[in-house]
């Protein structure tokens, strides 16, 4: 499978606790970007990066959320002391151009 | 502030007829804009794109007409199928930038059969 893969595809965690999220994308692909999603809602801009640099910040990223992409390749989301209001699907998306190719996503649950 | 409207939150249409979904945007500096599709706990799935430079574009059942001067662009699906039945994203972006896709809500489109 050469698409966007993300891990875990369900997080359920308590209030407070940290949780990070894994994407690997598409390997020739310099672009990956950070969406979160919730119902009723189309998907929202969080980050970007090209290649390893993170090159625009969504003002939805509070200082709880970091993105990194080690070495241009797989990228990871940290949320540092959940909140209800966190829980949402966060899905990545790789591309080449303007067409972005998502991720299943990672439904995270916060109780 | 939404630069990309889906009005109709949801669409219900008989099989083997057409469905038409609408788009309309605020920001005159997209230039590509684009559908998706996505099926519950998937992610969405690429559909077919339209440039500014175009005001039709067809690919087997799916054709997307962009309105420039009206800001609107409207996806049609001929003849619908029960399988198409899921929400549809419109995106648009301004390329040469950061090709930071911008969404809609979506459109809750079913098809009966």
């Known amino acids: 499978d050469t698409g966007v893969s993300q891990d875990p595809r369900h997080k359920i965690t308590k209030r407070g606790q940290n949780v990070t999220f894994r994407c690997d994308p598409i390997?020739?692909?310099?672009?990956l970007y950070w969406y979160r999603q919730t119902l009723g809602q189309g998907p929202e801009f969080l980050t970007y990066?090209?290649?390893?640099?993170?090159?625009?910040k969504s003002r939805l990223l509070s200082d709880r959320f970091s993105a990194e992409r080690p070495k241009g390749s797989f990228s990871t989301l940290e949320i540092q002391r959940t909140e209800q209001g966190d829980s949402a699907m966060y899905l990545c998306?790789?591309?080449?151009?303007?067409?972005?190719?998502f991720g299943s996503g990672t439904q995270l649950s916060v109780l | 502030d939404q630069q990309v409207k889906q009005n109709s939150p949801s669409l219900s249409v008989q099989e083997g007829r057409i469905s038409i979904l609408n788009c309309d945007y605020t920001n005159s500096m997209f230039d590509y804009f684009l559908w998706y599709k996505k099926y519950p706990a998937e992610g969405p799935t690429f559909l077919i794109s339209i440039s500014s430079i175009k005001d039709k574009n067809e690919d087997g059942r799916f054709t997307v007409f962009l309105n420039k001067s009206a800001k609107h662009l409207s996806l049609h699906i001929v003849p619908s199928q029960p399988g198409d039945s899921a929400v549809y994203f419109c995106a648009a972006v301004r390329t040469g930038a950061n090709s930071k896709l911008t969404f809609g809500k979506g459109i809750t489109l079913s098809v009966r059969p």
């Open positions: 390997s020739e692909h310099n672009r």
């Open positions: 990066f090209q290649n390893e640099a993170q090159l625009e």
């Open positions: 998306a790789s591309s080449l151009g303007e067409k972005l190719f």
